[in-house]
């Protein structure tokens, strides 16, 4: 009930145009939030990346739809900057207080997707026109690469939500940057061979 009375307090609230807004509220745990509101999930993500210094943890989705004063449909995230976390809050949302591998947020976000990681791998190739590798990646390193992306991303190598998710998702993993597309590519893609030149015999002509 406080989590939709957060978002019912905010459709009081002007909302740009364009690009992302953001507008500090109470969180679920009593700490200070942000709802931020824009129009696609990943400008959403960038936001409060800003806010918080890229440390943050999403309290609510991005299913949460309004639309601005021009009509067009705009997506709110409710997140919670892990510096502002209550110690209680942190342990259950992938503190970085030193928990044990096995307790961290992203560990269980990444195992669960590293169950379906064969569909990622399809879904991946035909994103990149690539050609996928004979055999899948090893649990552990589909395990060790999702956890070295943002966690955001993380959710969206599982095929179950990325399909729930599918226009945020697509975002989000096109706006990758060039090292972490390098190493899902790493993982699954046949790297491409090079063309070999032409040649002819002394004396002949094409």
């Known amino acids: 009930m406080a989590r939709l009375s957060i978002f019912g307090a905010l459709a009081a609230v002007a909302l740009a145009a364009c690009g992302a807004s953001s507008t500090p509220v109470r969180g679920p745990d009593g700490e200070e939030a942000h709802v931020i509101s824009c129009r696609e999930a ?14 943050y943890v999403i309290r609510e989705s991005h299913g949460i739809t309004s639309k601005d ?12 900057c892990k510096a502002d976390l209550p110690s209680s809050a942190e342990s259950t949302s992938a503190s970085t207080s030193s928990p044990a591998p096995s307790d961290r947020e992203d560990s269980h976000v990444c195992q669960a997707a590293a169950k379906v990681r064969e569909d990622f791998g399809r879904y991946w190739a035909s994103r990149a026109g690539g050609v996928l590798l004979d055999e899948p990646p090893t649990p552990r390193d589909f395990i060790v690469t ?12 599982h095929d179950k939500y990325r399909r729930a998710h599918r226009q945020a998702c697509t975002a989000l993993l096109e706006r990758l940057d060039v090292a972490s597309k390098n190493k899902i590519d790493a993982l699954y893609l046949q790297v491409p061979t090079e063309p070999q030149p032409q040649t002819t015999a002394p004396g002949t002509s094409l």
């Open 69 to 80: 004063t021009l009509g067009a449909a705009r997506v709110e995230v409710l997140v919670s």
């Open 146 to 157: 999702c956890q070295s992306m943002p966690e955001t991303v993380q959710r969206c190598m």
């Open 42 to 55: 990943a400008a959403c993500y960038e936001q409060a990346a800003k806010i918080c210094g890229g440390d």
